[in-house]
């Protein structure tokens, strides 16, 4: 509450394959994230739980790119086969306006796209690409 209220503009993305260099930043037209915890009650001898046990969490997102973005990263990692082969990072970073040396700054590890699907209507302007993740890990740097 009270916070700092970030607007699009404040926000990059910056994608790095695991075992490259320092990644490159790729223009964003959105992006999603979703967590989700497994969980269970625990019964003993009767119909009342006696125990709540916590599972796994499941991180799993989406960033949406233009076309030719999508072109780009093909072309950037020609050796894998699409682009459902590649493993990186994606870091979000927010840059507080009135201070920029103040970064948040959410790194999702571990990423992989799962699929890609092209679609093109003939009243849209441009194409838009969602392209959907797993995300293996969220971390939030203040």
Known sequence: M????YSWQDASIRIKTLGGGAGKEY??????????????????????????SRGPKN???SLTVLQSTLIEMERDYPLAADL????????????NPANPDI???????QCSITEVTL???????????????RIGRVRTIV
């Not at 497994?38 to 003993?44: G, L, M, T």
């Not at 679609?119 to 993740?133: C, R």
């Open 2 to 5: 009270n916070g700092q209220a």
């Open 27 to 52: 223009p964003c037209r959105a992006y999603s994230q979703t967590t989700t915890r497994e969980s269970s009650n625990i019964h003993v001898n009767s119909t009342q739980p006696y125990e709540y």
């Open 59 to 61: 991180h799993e997102g």
């Open 84 to 95: 459902t082969d590649l493993v990186f990072d994606v870091s979000i970073s927010f840059v």
């Open 103 to 109: 970064l948040s700054v959410k790194v999702w590890e």
């Open 119 to 133: 679609e093109h209507g003939a009243d849209t302007e441009f194409m838009e690409v969602e392209l959907p993740i």
